[in-house]
């Protein structure tokens, strides 16, 4: 029995925030025209017509600096602004970090650098009395707890059962909606060769010392081989909290927001598991070092798994588990003992897909040795959607009338922007999307075949990438299941990138 196309669910109408203006011009760019006109037009009034050309020029190169962009989207003003940040920090030597005891730093330890340097980690025990880290960021006041899951995989899973977990994600972002001081949500992915300690371990001890010799042998083989060439999948989603100010003014603190999500995290963790997420349960802050430790270092990942099938701890703490020296290049990250690129998504699949879509691309290949694939996002309340959605369809009929002939594209967004209005208003949630992807290789020389192995693999997911460039190392900490919520690491403001 085989089934029809109609049968099959297909997802899609996600839109790119936009701005209103002329000839396809964002809100300020259609400013600087505006401004430019007016200003030729006083010129000739009250000069020659050769200054008002001038004028007129003066205007034109302005305004290309902002209004000619690139496939990504970004314009020359702002590709030059950002190489000019990194050769300034370059020429300072900020791009480059050591610590440790021989380090730069006072303190003696490996602490984490750049977005998460001011970061604090303790441990909790929820309303189930599971341990779980809170991991705080007081430079933009966030909170964050951070889940392992253990996906069940789609393979020999009937689609009915596929879709129904789709759905349930949905309903699990778009909830995230309506809970109280919840900022950001992210979800990694993170694939990476399997050591075959865990399998070792396992095996050594069940094994039947009274077995026959050939079952023994075969068992030992078995152990020996398997892990060459087999990967380990594992999958983390960060829940940010705003430690917002009460009644009093007070931000709470970190105790105040451990015993609030005591008894949210049962909740949280239980919706996960609908989701096909699997057991979800909250990392404790020996675990998150550990993540958080094998990330720059991926080396030492054999000497957690072998203190681990011993029985031992790795006695980790949060100053340490930072690399003990990195530089960020232009288009590349060096830490410790590997070398990482990281891709910023600019623009998401084009029109409608299956479920499947990010099968290959989240899956292991044999070019990279570890990669990670975070999705970033940031749901927005009931309150504020609402207003959103109307000023998005405002944005988009503006666009499509501006021009007495709209482009395909132009009438597209209006009617997915109308789409999107109509889905809010019978009350789905709304949320804004990003993802981060980072390939990570041991030896440099093998960074050329992980960029390739990413380009084909974002092409099969219909995905448009693109490597971030002067920013490597913050990338690199934002892919990582930290919580970070980028927006408010930013010095540009919000309103001012949208329009531009």
Request: some cysteine; overall charge neutral.
């Amino acid at each position: 029995m085989t089934l029809s196309n109609s049968t099959i669910r297909t997802y899609g109408n996600w839109r790119q925030p936009t701005s209103p203006g002329l000839l396809g011009l964002g809100s300020i760019s259609t400013g600087v025209l505006l401004l430019g006109l007016i200003a030729t037009i006083m010129t000739v009034m009250a000069s020659t017509l050769t200054n008002a050309i001038g004028v007129f020029l003066v205007m034109v190169a302005a305004l290309s600096t902002v209004a000619v962009k690139d496939k990504h989207g970004q314009s020359v003003i702002v590709r030059a602004t950002n190489r000019f940040n990194f050769m300034r920090a370059r020429n300072s030597g900020a791009n480059v970090y050591r610590s440790g005891p021989l380090g730069r730093t006072k303190w003696g330890t490996n602490q984490l650098p750049g977005l998460a340097a001011q970061s604090r980690l303790s441990e909790h025990l929820d309303s189930y009395q599971r341990p779980f880290a809170l991991l705080s960021v007081p430079s933009s006041g966030d909170f964050t707890v951070i889940i392992g899951t253990e996906p069940d995989g789609a393979a020999l899973v009937d689609q009915e059962q596929v879709d129904g977990w789709v759905a349930d994600w949905g309903h699990w972002l778009a909830n995230l909606g309506d809970e109280a001081g919840i900022v950001a949500a992210a979800v990694t992915i993170e694939t990476a060769p399997d050591t075959g300690t865990r399998l070792r371990g396992e095996v050594t001890t069940n094994i039947d010392p009274e077995a026959p010799a050939y079952a023994r042998a075969m068992l030992n083989e078995v152990v020996a081989t398997y892990p060459s060439g087999s990967a380990s999948v594992r999958a983390y989603v960060s829940v940010t909290f705003s430690a917002a100010a009460r009644a009093n003014g007070r931000r709470r603190d970190a105790d105040e927001m451990a015993r609030e999500l005591a008894a949210r995290l049962p909740g949280l963790t239980q919706g996960l598991s609908a989701t096909g997420a699997g057991a979800a349960r909250p990392l404790s802050a020996q675990e998150l070092c550990e993540v958080i430790r094998i990330a720059y270092d991926p080396e030492v990942a054999t000497l957690i798994d072998d203190a681990h099938a011993a029985g031992e701890s790795t006695g980790l703490r949060w100053p340490d588990v930072g690399p003990s020296g990195h530089q960020s290049n232009w288009d590349s990250y060096q830490h410790d003992s590997a070398v990482s690129v990281t891709w910023q998504m600019t623009e998401a699949p084009r029109g409608i897909v299956q479920a499947n879509i990010l099968t290959r691309f989240l899956a292991p290949h044999r070019d990279i040795a570890r990669k990670r694939v975070t999705w970033l996002y940031r749901p927005i309340d009931a309150g504020r959607a609402a207003a959103i959605v109307q000023a998005d369809v405002r944005a988009a009929s503006f666009n499509e009338s501006a021009n007495d002939r709209p482009s395909a594209r132009a009438v597209m967004g209006t009617r997915a922007a109308l789409a999107t209005a109509a889905e809010e208003a019978s009350g789905a949630g709304l949320v804004n999307f990003g993802m981060l992807a980072t390939a990570t290789v041991m030896d440099v020389e093998r960074l050329a075949d992980a960029r390739a192995a990413m380009d084909n693999m974002s092409s099969t997911a219909r995905l448009r990438l693109r490597v971030v460039t002067g920013g490597q190392d913050s990338a690199f900490a934002a892919a990582l299941p930290l919580g970070l919520v980028l927006p408010k690491h930013l010095k540009l403001p919000a309103e001012l990138r949208g329009n531009i």
